[in-house]
C-alpha cells in the first residue's frame, strides 16, 4: 500500500481519490473548506435539490472507503501553514492537485476596484453560503450589469430577478462581446428568466445589431430557431423588472461616484468578423455610457497562482507528450528541468480551468487517476506518517481539522437546524458556527 495525497475535495479530487483508494492506496484528501464538494456543493444553484442530493450521496459512497482519509479546513497554499513543500515532507508517494479553478479573470478596466463591482465565481459563492463569501458585502443596487451570456450569467439573473431574500434589482443589462447567435446558455437554464426580457427593449437591440449580424450571414428572422425560442412566442404581460441585452459591446471602464461605488460604466462598441467557422468580435471607434450601480463579471475562472505550482495562462502546467499532441497528460511540468514534475498531478479545472460540469469533472480526474495507478505500480512502497500522525503535525500548527466523523455531526446538525426552522434544508454560512455545531453535536451524543 502507497500512501497518495488529493489536494482539494470538489467533484474532480472525490472522483480521484475514489478510484485510487479502490486500487488498493491509502488516500488522504486535504479540503480548504470544511464541507466536501466544492462547486457541487458552492456553484450548483441553490434550489436544485435533487441534483445537489444526489451527488452528496455519491462523494458519501467515496468517503465511506475506509482507506480514505479526509481532513477539512486545511488550506493549502504559498500564505498557509500548510504548504506543498510542507505536505511533501511527509513523503506521500504522490500528490493529486485537484483543486479547481480558484482565481478569478480580471477585466482589467480602469476603476475596477469601485464598490458593487463583483466576479461572478465569488457572488455564486456568496448566495451559496461558502465561508467567507456569504458574510462578506455583495450588495445589490436598482441598475445591474452582467458581462458575460453563459449559464453563470442565466444563475446570477435568476437569483437576483427571482430568488434573492432583498430583490432590489429593478433592471439587469447582459453585457455581450459577440451577437445573440453566441449566446452560450442553455435554454431549459433561461427559461427561468425568459419572462423578464423586454421584448421591445430586445427588438430595438436587434435593429441596432443587425447590419453588423448581416455582414456575416446571420439573419435575425432565424434567431428563434437559434437561441432565443422565446421570440416565437406570444408576448406576455411585461414585468415590472426588465431583463436587457447589450450586444457587440466591450466594458472599457468603470466610473465610481461620490461614495466610490460603481455609476457608470463605459462600453466599447464592436462589430462582428468572420474566423473560420465561428465568428469574432473586432471593436470600432465608438462607445457609449451605463447607468449601472452593480457590476458582475462572468467571463470565466483561472486557477489560483499562488498556490506554488508551474502556471502559465489559467492553469497548473501540465506536461505535453511531443510525441502525441492530444494525449491529454496529467504530469505537472517541472520549469527548471522541462520533465515532469515526479509523481505529481493535477486534474480537473486545476489542469484545464471551467472546463466542463460535474460529469467532464469525474471523467478527467478518473483519466488522470489512471495515470497515477500507473504510476504508483513502478515505484517502491512509500514510508509516509500515518493519517493520525498527520494530522496531529497540523494541528500543532493552530488547525482545526474536520475529520469525516465530524461531518457527520455537521450534517445532523444541520438537519435539526432545519427541522427546528421547517425548512427543506439548512446550511451554516460560517466556519466558527460549523465547527461550534460540531463540537456541540459531539457534546450531545457523549451525553445520551
Known amino acids: 500500500m502507497k500512501t497518495v495525497f488529493v489536494i482539494g475535495a470538489g ?3 472525490l472522483f480521484a481519490a475514489q478510484k485510487i483508494a479502490l486500487a488498493g492506496h491509502e488516500t488522504i484528501l486535504f479540503n480548504r473548506d470544511i464541507k466536501p464538494g466544492g462547486l457541487a456543493e458552492y456553484g450548483i444553484y441553490p434550489t436544485k435539490d435533487k441534483m445537489k442530493v444526489g451527488l452528496r450521496k455519491q ?13 477539512g479546513h486545511v488550506t493549502v497554499g504559498g500564505a498557509s501553514p500548510v504548504t506543498i513543500s510542507a505536505l511533501r515532507e511527509f513523503s506521500p508517494a504522490a500528490m493529486v492537485f485537484a483543486v479547481g479553478a480558484q482565481g478569478t479573470k480580471k ?16 457572488f455564486v459563492y456568496h448566495y451559496n453560503l461558502l465561508p467567507p463569501f456569504a458574510g462578506q458585502d455583495f450588495s445589490i443596487g436598482k441598475k445591474v450589469a452582467i458581462v458575460g451570456m453563459g449559464n453563470v450569467m442565466v444563475d446570477i439573473a435568476r437569483w437576483l430577478l427571482l430568488d434573492s431574500p432583498r430583490q432590489t434589482a429593478e433592471e439587469i443589462t447582459v453585457i455581450a462581446r ?13 427559461a427561468y428568466v425568459e419572462k423578464f426580457l423586454d ?14 449580424l448581416a455582414r456575416v450571414g446571420q439573419d435575425v428572422e432565424k434567431l428563434s430557431e437559434a437561441t432565443f425560442p422565446i421570440l416565437a412566442k406570444p408576448a406576455s404581460e411585461p414585468e415590472s423588472r426588465r431583463l436587457l441585452f447589450r450586444f457587440l459591446s466591450s466594458p472599457q471602464a468603470v466610473h465610481a461616484g461620490a461614495g466610490g461605488r460603481i455609476e457608470r460604466l463605459s462600453i466599447g462598441e464592436n462589430t462582428l468578423v468572420p474566423r473560420g467557422e465561428d465568428v469574432a468580435a ?12 452593480t457590476m458582475i463579471f462572468a467571463i470565466g475562472d483561472v486557477a489560483d497562482p499562488s498556490l506554488g505550482l508551474p502556471y502559465a495562462k489559467d492553469a497548473y502546467i501540465t506536461h505535453s507528450d511531443p510525441t502525441d499532441p492530444k494525449r491529454v497528460c496529467y504530469e505537472i511540468l517541472n520549469p527548471e528541468t522541462g520533465g515532469i514534475m515526479k509523481g505529481s498531478f493535477a486534474v480537473g479545472w486545476a489542469r484545464k480551468a471551467s472546463e466542463g460540469l460535474v460529469g467532464i469533472a469525474r471523467h478527467d480526474a478518473e483519466q488522470g487517476a489512471t495515470c497515477v495507478n500507473q504510476y504508483l505500480a513502478n515505484i517502491q512502497e512509500n514510508t509516509s506518517p500515518t493519517p493520525q500522525e498527520i494530522r496531529r503535525q497540523m494541528e500543532s500548527l493552530g488547525l482545526r481539522i474536520v475529520d469525516k466523523g465530524g461531518l457527520e455531526h455537521l450534517g445532523k446538525a444541520e438537519e435539526a437546524q432545519a427541522k427546528a426552522k421547517g425548512i427543506p434544508w439548512f446550511k451554516f454560512a460560517d466556519d466558527g458556527e460549523m465547527l461550534a455545531a460540531i463540537e456541540d453535536q459531539k457534546t450531545k451524543e457523549v451525553a445520551v
Open 11 to 13: 467533484p474532480a479530487g
Open 59 to 71: 462523494f458519501a459512497k467515496v468517503l465511506s472507503l475506509p482507506n480514505v482519509y479526509y481532513m
Open 107 to 122: 477585466l482589467g478596466l480602469p476603476g475596477s476596484e469601485a464598490l458593487g463591482v463583483y466576479s461572478a465565481k465569488d
Open 178 to 190: 459577440r451577437g445573440p447567435f453566441e449566446a452560450k446558455f442553455d435554454q431549459k437554464e433561461f
Open 199 to 212: 421584448r421591445q427593449a430586445f427588438q430595438d437591440e436587434l435593429r441596432r445589431v443587425q447590419p453588423h
Open 282 to 293: 473586432q471593436p470600432l471607434n465608438s462607445s457609449v455610457d451605463l447607468d449601472v450601480d
